[in-house]
């Protein structure tokens, strides 16, 4: 459990608080590429970390990230006129380029000095990997752009989707690095299911801290087939990786890296930035199979209500459960992993504050190890929160970008009996080991 300081510490990320302040000093999924298509198109709305944003992509396809108010009169700037190189605010003219510079102001004599002093909020941005990436924290601290395995993947290996989550952050974060929920939530009967990790449910788990988050093994006892390990990468501030499945399981056809990252909209919203990576250069991602798991995952392409990121299965429905399905088909009712994920992180108990679970009241167990460890990365009291925040800002150090880059296929560990053993050479974070070979 935590304590009410703690919790409140690890989930709000508005400027000025701990954790708003840490997730200011990565460079943060803000859009996917594909909702500014073209230059001078629609400018769209973004709300991330608590802060209302415009973006707009310019005549010459630079994006900008701009205050959604504009510093005449506070007008909307989601309303203006995208036009030769910057916004345009329609109350009376003025006008922005993408690094926030007033270019023309309109209402004043020629004569005016007042254009070269005006400017409005605006954030540095950079796009790769199909995503519009921003930059929201002080200029000395910024990183190197991000540059991980999945960034640096060809188009044809590459699949990136996004997803609104209706909570606070952390719990769903927390979710995607919680192992043991897989064995019974995503139960595809609803107790005796064969699927390699609902054949024990109380799975051991191996932590391995670095410097930019951990990796973390678990263990599942497989009966005649052995040892059934899977690999997951925690990636501070927000990020999680793991591998696809075993050889003997059909995704194979596939191979591939999978992962999120839980980008804060604010406390009680969030993005779910969802990316897979094919690691076999001669095997594309094709598109028909990206979308049967997306399908499977709850976000195909008829999943969402349409002109929206926001499923069709949510928390105003119930997720559509149907108790039916519950008693003789899945464990939960509801069609979609990740709708099932969602159903589970968007309705945690809280105690009055909305969508942001109340950690005071939690019980944790020895399958939550790889939870507590994200809590407090950089050592200190296992049950202590708030370690994310306090060791970062502590150190007044900004991300180690250089260990990051060599994250990936390439950062897997293996478990051994005795404990954990790095093998980079093994290239799937998912492994499953016959017993001969332990
Ligand atoms: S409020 Fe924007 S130009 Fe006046
Ligand atoms: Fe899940």
């Not at 298509?37 to 990230?65: H, S």
């Not at 003997?248 to 591939?256: E, I, L, S, V």
């Not at 009680?268 to 499977?296: R, S």
Request: glycine residues 10%; hydrophobic residues 30%; neutral net charge.
């Amino acid at each position: 459990m935590l304590s009410n300081e703690d919790n409140i510490r690890l989930t709000r990320v508005s400027r000025g608080t701990p954790m708003g302040e840490l997730m200011r000093r990565y460079w943060q999924p803000v859009l996917l590429s594909a909702e500014l298509p073209e230059p001078d198109c629609a400018p769209v709305r973004v709300r991330i970390l608590g802060e209302d944003l415009i973006a707009f992509r310019d005549t010459n396809g630079k994006i900008g990230l701009v205050e959604a108010y504009c510093p005449h009169r506070r007008a909307p700037m989601f309303y203006g006129r995208n036009e030769e190189c910057g916004l345009r605010c329609v109350y009376h003219g003025w006008k922005f380029d993408a690094d926030g510079n007033c270019v023309d102001l309109p209402t004043e004599p020629t004569s005016s000095k007042m254009k070269d002093h005006i400017k409005i909020g605006a954030y540095p941005t950079f796009e790769k990997a199909d995503i519009v990436w921003a930059y929201m924290g002080p200029k000395e601290d910024m990183p190197a752009p991000p540059d991980y395995e999945w960034t640096r993947a060809p188009a044809t290996h590459r699949h990136i989707t996004k997803t609104y989550e209706q909570c606070n952050w952390l719990q769903a974060l927390e979710g995607g690095l919680d192992t043991a929920h897989s064995s019974y939530l995503h139960r595809s009967k609803a107790w005796a299911g064969s699927a390699i990790r609902e054949r024990d449910g109380a799975p051991r788990l191996d932590v391995d801290k670095k410097d930019w988050g951990y990796t973390y093994v678990s263990h599942r006892n497989s009966g005649e087939d052995g040892t059934y390990v899977r690999v997951y990468q925690f990636v501070m501030p927000w990020q999680q990786m793991r591998g696809g499945v075993t050889k003997n399981q059909q995704r194979w056809d596939y191979p591939k890296l999978d992962g999120h990252i839980w980008v804060p909209i604010d406390d009680e919203q969030t993005w779910v930035f969802n990316w897979a990576h094919g690691i076999d250069h001669n095997t594309p991602l094709p598109k028909e199979h990206m979308e049967k798991v997306d399908t499977n995952a709850g976000r195909g392409p008829d999943d969402y209500i349409p002109g929206t990121y926001i499923p069709k299965r949510n928390l105003s429905n119930d997720y559509m459960i149907d108790r039916e399905m519950q008693k003789n088909v899945n464990f939960t009712g509801i069609t979609g992993i990740n709708t099932q994920d969602f159903a589970l992180q968007e309705s945690m108990g809280g105690s009055g504050d909305g969508p942001i679970c109340d950690r005071t009241g939690e019980h944790l167990g020895s399958t939550d190890k790889a939870i507590i460890a994200m809590r407090n990365p950089a050592g200190g009291h296992p049950r202590c929160g708030g370690g994310q925040a306090a060791a970062r800002l502590r150190t007044r150090k900004p991300p180690r970008r250089a260990a990051v880059r060599h994250i990936g296929s390439a950062e897997c560990g293996l478990a051994q009996r005795d404990g954990l053993r790095p093998a980079p050479e093994v290239v799937s974070g998912s492994f499953h080991i016959p017993v001969s070979s332990l």
